[in-house]
Structures are given as structure tokens and as C-alpha cells.
Nanobody
Framework: QVQLVESGGGLVQAGGSLRLSCAAS????????MNWYRQAPGKQRELVAG???????NYADSVKGRFTISRDNAKNTVYLQMNSLKPEDTAVYYC???????????????WGQGTQVTVSS
């Protein structure tokens, strides 16, 4: 059993910053890619940023230069530093990870419950 728990969402004014965290816990052997997705009302869920176990990162064009993804492998935690926030960044942000558990020994994709980010204009 694996759990992903996000924290750090909230309400911020345009131009402000927030830092999201997502901690994985449970019967974890290893974690491959960790990602942040977001879903705005009436829109499809989209990939915001991802980071591999070796630290390679990728970003959606809409957040490049403003958001930074990082991870602490010792803590099984991924972060998303969001700067220069815009109203269009308003969404529920979800953590996602490809995890090998000690119970299944296969890669399974796990999701967090989501955290709301609201950017006011």
C-alpha cells in the first residue's frame, strides 16, 4: 500500500509564490518518475512538470521559467516551487509517481488526493 500526500496549496495573489510538497509513504522499494499534474474546472488534467530519479526535469510550456520541480529521494518527496503565479494557474494540483512496491515488485502509478491552488487577480 502506497500513499501520496500533497500539501502547500492555498490562495495567493497574482505574482505571488507557493511551494507544493508531496510525500510518498508505504511499502516503497523505489520511485521512478514523479510528476505534478493540474486540473482546472471544465478542463482536462494536464502535466505540469516531471522529474526522474536521476534529476532530469521537464515542464509544460505554460510554466517554464516560473515553476521548478525538485525531489528529495531520501524523503520520497517531490516539490513544486511556483513563482510569478497567474490566475490561469488556478487548479487542483495532483502529485503522481511511478512506484515499485515491496509487495508487488512491479511499477504502479499512484496519485495523491490533490491540493487546491487559487490565484486571484
Amino acid at each position: 500500500q502506497v500513499q501520496l500526500v500533497e500539501s502547500g496549496g492555498g490562495l495567493v495573489q497574482a505574482g505571488g509564490s507557493l511551494r507544493l510538497s508531496c510525500a510518498a509513504s508505504g511499502s516503497i522499494f523505489s520511485i521512478n518518475t514523479m510528476n505534478w499534474y493540474r486540473q482546472a474546472p471544465g478542463k482536462q488534467r494536464e502535466l505540469v512538470a516531471g522529474v526522474t530519479s536521476s534529476g532530469s526535469t521537464n515542464y509544460a510550456d505554460s510554466v517554464k521559467g516560473r515553476f521548478t520541480i525538485s525531489r528529495d529521494n531520501a524523503k520520497n518527496t517531490v516539490y513544486l516551487q511556483m513563482n510569478s503565479l497567474k490566475p490561469e494557474d488556478t487548479a487542483v494540483y495532483y502529485c503522481n509517481a511511478d512506484i515499485i512496491t515491496t509487495s508487488s515488485w512491479t511499477i504502479r502509478q499512484s496519485w495523491g488526493q490533490g491540493t487546491q491552488v487559487t490565484v486571484s487577480s
